[in-house]
């Protein structure tokens, strides 16, 4: 079962942890032109078998939209890059999906490494353990003083990007997400929407990640951020307690939302999203028996544009598919 | 069964027909006082047998304020009765509670004969039949030239007063309510709430009653208004097929109604009722296929305040009547 279906022990707020790795490969130039990307395509093909992993090589051009998207869904790879690097961009990636490494985008390689859950570290040492491989065969671009050198100078150093994905539905509800928020930020923590800078929180949802890289060790970044994260985690569940105190009205709205999505005949992506915030919330605090955290993930992933579609192997209009995902979420709901 | 929670042929819109006569006993003033109100008690209770229609006799100060409520809530007796005579009024009613006669409220007596659906002529029928019994046996006042006489003169000759309660939840979804009301009115028809004069329409149910009493024969009155009835039928059916043809939309307003009473654990009356006419107008277009008639009459009547504490056999505050009512429609709902 794919990573993003599963669980683990802190499923109940950290939805996910990824790691980045921004890497340069020597004797390119870091802006590549389709003639360099080429090249730099041919050599990383190459040497796929010697990379191993079981990565697999796919060329966005080469890719339908749908694809593309349900892959951006699922935060393989961003948005950015379908939409700037769609003529030139490619893809590494294993059929478990948690290693998707990005290629020349806005540096040649990003190496990326997930899993359910909170688990920096063993995260971490996966993403070291290929990018070590990857800069054997292929040779990185480094300075002694400055360590990896990247397109964006602050991103330089580690050049690790760190990040986990967080449910604060009852942050959210109790109005102390703004503060909670505030308070990680001045520790030199980025918070953001689910699909990176500048997108909106849907769903209660938010991606927090590390500042800094420079002047920094791999290690000490994922424990700063560890930190943080066990404060949210605390913060959140405290949150929760709060407000299942207030029994009836506290379950009266999971059970409302249950009721909706069980019965509705269309329903949009941000009514479901909306809706699945509090059905989650429901299932973690284990008020809302009806459903296990399998079929909540399920239903978080197939709902959405793109891979509803892939799900039902077929191509839709908007307006067929707030139809088509009323169908697929009670399909899912009434799996054995 | 109650006659009000059965159906009929017409119950997809018309939910109920009542005859009411206004009638005056002679030997009486209008206006009764309480020694006056006494007498006229005690000749009623003394009539009792010889009435028959296995009428029981009930005073309104010994009856308890949720059997009294429960009354108005079935439209039994008016909340004006209760409220103003709660000291001398008193009612005759059977246990089928199709025949319910308030003593002493704005006449000495109204009597009135309920049925399910459309049936003005056969509740006519009974109603002109237990009229002329109670007639015979207390002597009415009448006027050769007004006929019977009543406390207020516009209520004089037949003093008869027919009234069908009707939903209309098609036309007003199509925004059509305002313009058949109207229409109706000229006819010189009355529409009120469901509670009488001067009340709010709830749920999309609409009284609709005769304005003439005089001049104008019963059988011409109930002709006139089962004429205006059949229009209404006509146009809040062509108003259900038109909403019906716009599928998904109209099925999924349906539904989400559906899912949330399945599974609110609160719920207050007025969210219930507006609910209800969604589910109503999906049973009785054949859509919501998971309720019967009888359940949602049950539903209709049992999650009004005063029912829902007889239905449970205990009273309560209202915030707990909301997590009741939730309970109970659950109840309803998964009956055998």
Chains 1, 2 share one sequence.
Not at 27 to 45: A, M, V, Y
Request: include cysteine; glycine fraction near 6%; charge should be neutral.
């Amino acid at each position: 079962m794919n990573w993003y279906l599963q669980s683990s022990e802190n499923s109940d707020v950290v939805k996910s942890t990824r790691i980045r790795f921004s890497r340069n490969i020597n004797g390119f130039p870091f802006d590549l032109n389709k003639e360099e990307s080429k090249r730099l395509e041919n050599k990383i093909k190459d040497s796929l078998y010697e990379i191993g992993y079981n990565l697999k090589f796919f060329k966005l051009a080469d890719m339908d939209e749908i694809t593309k998207m349900s892959l951006v869904e699922k935060n393989l790879i961003s948005p950015d890059f379908v939409l700037n690097k769609n003529e030139t961009g490619s893809i590494l990636i294993n059929d478990e999906e948690n290693i998707c490494i990005m290629i020349g985008n806005v540096d040649h390689l990003e190496i990326q490494v997930f899993n359910c859950g909170l688990d920096l570290e063993n995260t971490l040492n996966l993403a070291i353990e290929i990018d070590e491989k990857i800069g054997q065969i292929l040779g990185y671009a480094m300075n002694k003083k400055y360590g990896y050198l990247t397109s964006y100078p602050n991103n330089a150093g580690t050049a690790l990007r760190a990040s986990v994905m967080v449910h604060m539905p009852a942050l959210s509800r109790t109005k102390n997400t703004r503060k909670v928020l505030d308070a990680i930020n001045s520790f030199g923590i980025n918070i953001r929407g689910v699909y990176g800078e500048n997108t909106e929180s849907t769903g209660d949802m938010y991606q927090i990640s590390n500042k800094q890289t420079l002047g920094i060790s791999e290690k000490e970044i994922i424990e700063n951020l560890q930190v943080i994260v066990e404060k949210i985690i605390k913060q959140e569940r405290e949150a929760r307690k709060l407000l299942a105190k207030d029994d009836v009205s506290f379950e009266d709205l999971i059970y409302r939302s249950y009721g909706i999505l069980s019965y509705c005949k269309k329903i949009s992506q941000e009514e479901t999203r909306n809706l699945l915030s509090n059905i989650k919330l429901g299932t973690d605090l284990g008020i809302l028996k009806e459903l296990t955290d399998l079929k909540v993930q399920k239903l978080y992933l197939y709902t959405k544009p793109a891979n509803l579609q892939k799900f039902l192997g077929n191509q839709y209009e908007p307006i067929e598919r707030d139809i088509k995902r009323a169908e697929v979420i009670h399909q899912i709901m009434n799996e054995k």
